[in-house]
């Protein structure tokens, strides 16, 4: 079998989402005892549930590609993008909040992440405003979690 770049990272991937999987299990909640709540581990669980199967399927159609150098001087400018847009959106949250944040940060990540791709700015924009939709729409109606709305944020409640 031969190993990649992308075989390595999904193992790593794997290995990150089990250990939070096993943390998330040390998490306990009061209240769950006494009501229908799932607590504090149900969207940790999920989520690493999720980084599993991807990762598994990123393993799996993989292994037929010629292996690439894992970074590259594009690659480690790439990676500090991706980390200043989400430093970037997470101080954002505190001033614009979420619903302010969300679809301006989603379009830059979409362009940092591109790669050699042509993607078009209408497509980079409807990403963006379905995604902070669907998240906030899952987080305030069906895991009732209230999302930052920041000093100058707006709010639907």
Request: include cysteine; aromatic fraction near 16%; charged fraction near 15%.
């Amino acid at each position: 079998m031969r190993m990649n770049k992308d075989r390595i990272f999904s193992v790593c991937i794997i290995l990150f989402a089990s250990i939070m999987i096993w943390q998330t299990s040390q998490l306990r909640s009061m209240f769950a005892l006494f009501t229908r709540d799932s607590g504090p581990r149900l969207f940790p669980y999920m989520t690493c549930t999720a980084m599993i199967l991807c990762a598994i399927g990123k393993f799996i159609t993989e292994g037929k590609k010629e292996a690439k150098p894992f970074l590259t001087t594009d690659g480690w400018f790439k990676t500090a993008m991706v980390f200043a847009v989400g430093a970037g959106y997470l101080l954002s949250l505190a001033y614009l909040g979420f619903l302010a944040s969300t679809p301006i940060f989603a379009v830059l990540f979409v362009y940092v992440m591109k790669g050699g791709r042509k993607v078009s700015p209408l497509y980079a924009v409807a990403f963006g405003l379905i995604l902070t939709f669907v998240i906030y729409f899952l987080f305030q109606n069906i895991m009732h979690v209230i999302l930052p709305r920041g000093v100058f944020g707006i709010s639907f409640h």
